[in-house]
């Protein structure tokens, strides 16, 4: 399994958090993880390393229903930078609502949507999957 030097959290709910970041950790795969509570600040911090030069992630865990930013907004504008740089982009979330999997589905996400909460096993073969 090769190495992922950045991994991005988007998630509210600190139990979620600290399941995935103690998983992540495990692995033994991660160097750095960034960990935002809602879309928003998660947005507005990539755009900014992204316009200042900086490394993006190479993964984003990205939960769907948070405060101030869902998971979709965050898409709809994340999706508009135009980062030349892969990012795989996973929907972790509980939902298991049509409409959301239908709105995975425009975004080429179908196949990355794990309902929470994840296991070490499943994590582990997200990151298999990206080596």
Request: proline letters at 4%; glycine letters at 4%; aromatic letters at 10%.
């Given at each position: 399994?090769?190495?992922?030097?950045?991994?991005?959290?988007?998630?509210?709910?600190?139990?979620?958090?600290?399941?995935?970041?103690?998983?992540?950790?495990?692995?033994?795969?991660?160097?750095?993880?960034?960990?935002?509570?809602?879309?928003?600040?998660?947005?507005?911090?990539?755009?900014?390393m992204?316009?200042?030069?900086?490394?993006?992630?190479?993964?984003?865990?990205?939960?769907?229903?948070?405060?101030?930013?869902?998971?979709?907004?965050?898409?709809?504008?994340?999706?508009?930078?135009?980062?030349?740089?892969?990012?795989?982009?996973?929907?972790?979330?509980?939902?298991?609502?049509?409409?959301?999997?239908?709105n995975?589905?425009?975004?080429?996400?179908?196949?990355?949507?794990?309902v929470?909460?994840?296991?070490?096993?499943?994590?582990?073969?997200?990151?298999?999957?990206?080596?």
């Amino acid at each position: 399994m090769k190495e992922i030097n950045l991994v991005c959290l988007i998630e509210d709910d600190p139990i979620h958090v600290f399941l995935s970041k103690k998983y992540i950790e495990m692995t033994g795969v991660i160097k750095n993880v960034l960990i935002y509570n809602n879309g928003k600040v998660a947005f507005d911090t990539l755009k900014a390393m992204f316009t200042s030069g900086q490394e993006l992630p190479e993964l984003i865990l990205l939960d769907l229903n948070m405060p101030i930013w869902d998971g979709w907004q965050f898409l709809e504008e994340f999706t508009k930078i135009p980062i030349n740089k892969v990012i795989t982009i996973y929907i972790l979330t509980s939902s298991l609502i049509k409409e959301d999997l239908e709105n995975a589905e425009k975004y080429g996400l179908k196949g990355n949507y794990i309902v929470k909460p994840i296991s070490l096993a499943k994590m582990k073969k997200v990151l298999l999957e990206m080596a």
